[in-house]
């Protein structure tokens, strides 16, 4: 069974970098695509970064060419670098594993504070 936690989350400065983790506890063996997600006081959810099965990656505009997200070989783990942070990237940012075309499991979130 997934259980998705995510790690990393703190206070960073505009224009730090910085990296998020989100692993599998459960240890489920089998790969799926997974994605990023966060939302902001008062604002809906909203997609970040997706890496599929393949490795492959889909971005939203407004972090393409900033962040970079990845998996690594035993594809229990996600990453999220973060580069060229700006104030507006603070949120609460999601884990979440899709199943099929459903994102089926999330994480508890872990929050980014960007601010000087």
């Known amino acids: 069974q997934v259980q998705l936690v995510e790690s990393g989350g703190g206070l960073v400065q505009p224009g730090d970098s910085h990296r998020l983790r989100c692993t599998d506890v459960g240890r489920d063996n089998t790969t799926y695509s997974m994605g990023w997600f966060r939302q902001a006081p008062g604002k809906e959810r909203e997609f970040v970064a997706l890496v599929y099965v393949d490795g492959g990656t889909k971005y939203a505009d407004s972090v393409k060419g900033r962040f970079t997200a990845n998996r690594d070989g035993a594809k229990n783990t996600v990453y999220l670098q973060m580069n060229s942070l700006k104030s507006e990237d603070t949120a609460v940012y999601y884990c979440?594993?899709?199943?099929?075309?459903?994102?089926?499991?999330w994480g508890q979130g872990t929050q980014v504070t960007v601010s000087s």
């Open positions: 979440s594993l899709r199943v099929g075309e459903e994102f089926m499991y």
